[in-house]
Nanobody, 125 residues
Framework: QVHLVESGGGLVQAGGSLRLSCAAS????????MGWFRQGPGKERECVAA????????YYADSVKGRFTISRDNAKNTVYLQMNSLEPEDTAVYYC??????????????????WGQGTQVTVSS
């Protein structure tokens, strides 16, 4: 069993930055793909960034490319999402997730096993 706790969300003005953290406990997630998803008001949950355990494969949604950076510190069992140049459209609840058993780099919700509780990010215009 893996327990994930996100932190770092909040209210920020457009153009600002936030850094989300996701700390895992229960067992190491160093060998598992991890991803960040978000769900905005009235929208479906979408994957915004994901990476394999070694960082050899990284995915970004087109809407965040060049602005968001996913990284992980396997020694700390933690994954991060640096978000720069934030836009009101980035307003959402952000979730981190761990995938176990999937091949490659999973990008859909169903391929992720464990989820955090979510952290709210609100970007004002």
């Amino acid at each position: 069993q893996v327990h994930l706790v996100e932190s770092g969300g909040g209210l920020v003005q457009a153009g600002g930055s936030l850094r989300l953290s996701c700390a895992a406990s229960g067992r190491t997630v160093s060998w598992d793909p991890m991803g960040w998803f978000r769900q905005g008001p009235g929208k479906e949950r979408e994957c915004v960034a994901a990476m394999t355990w070694g960082g050899g494969t990284i995915y970004y949604a087109d809407s965040v490319k060049g602005r968001f950076t996913i990284s992980r510190d396997n020694a700390k069992n933690t994954v991060y999402l640096q978000m720069n140049s934030l836009e009101p459209e980035d307003t959402a609840v952000y979730y981190c997730a761990v995938s176990t058993g999937a091949a490659g780099l999973p990008l859909t919700q169903n391929e992720y096993t464990y989820w955090g509780q979510g952290t709210q990010v609100t970007v004002s215009s």
